[in-house]
């Protein structure tokens, strides 16, 4: 476990998605070196893929940053944008889960080739192990640079909790974080939940949180 100063990250989570706040860790490393080493990619498509909560969101506003790419939420993408998508060099997809036509989405792989461009289409599952019914893309899907973020490991449990509950002015003893990630399911969204959890108890007592109060949320 790494000193607690070493963990203190001077960021807000909801809107502040600056390079230097993003949290490293071997969870996230090879997404986060793919993301530092652009535009030296073995291929020009990059799918991150990891639970929600995992950080993939942080992830493509920092390649934001470093592109100037055209940043889109699956629900945006339509026929109308190839025009726009064709003024970018890099483009991202976030939160992708095959909900529009596929064949939209071959477009869009197909564009990324001819016009040398780059994509980093993030996704909680990989593309390569979603079931595509179009057979060029099923194809496709399994010939892209992928990055998956993989479940928290003590160190990022313990830089996640710290930081929000000190974003929340909630006082955590050192001792009360590493019982919570001695216990604490390895989930990004499982975590997130307790936070909140601890939030909302914090606000109604109104009194420190104890080792009593943890054992119960837990």
Request: proline share 2%.
């Amino acid at each position: 476990m790494r000193e607690l100063n070493q963990l203190l990250l001077d960021f807000d989570i909801k809107t502040n998605f600056n390079e230097h706040d993003f949290y490293v860790s071997s969870s996230n490393y090879f997404a986060f070196n793919l993301i530092d080493k652009w535009p030296k990619w073995e291929k020009r498509i990059l799918n991150i893929s990891g639970e929600k909560f995992s950080g993939k969101t942080h992830l493509a506003n920092i390649f934001k940053l470093k592109s100037s790419a055209l940043f889109l939420s699956e629900n945006q993408i339509n026929n109308d944008l190839f025009k726009k998508i064709k003024l970018y060099e890099s483009i991202i997809i976030d939160g992708f889960s095959n909900a529009i036509d596929e064949k939209l989405t071959y477009a869009i792989l197909n564009l990324i080739d001819q016009d040398s461009k780059y994509l980093l289409i993030n996704s909680e599952t990989p593309l390569g192990e979603i079931n595509f019914n179009l057979p060029d893309l099923a194809s496709r899907s399994k010939n892209l640079l992928h990055a998956k973020i993989d479940s928290p490991d003590d160190d990022l449990i313990f830089a996640i909790i710290l930081k929000n509950f000190s974003d929340r002015q909630i006082k955590l003893e050192k001792k009360i974080i590493e019982f919570i990630i001695n216990r604490i399911d390895r989930s990004y969204s499982k975590i997130s939940e307790f936070i909140y959890k601890i939030d909302e108890l914090s606000l109604k007592m109104k009194k420190p949180i104890n080792f009593k109060t943890i054992k119960e949320i837990l």
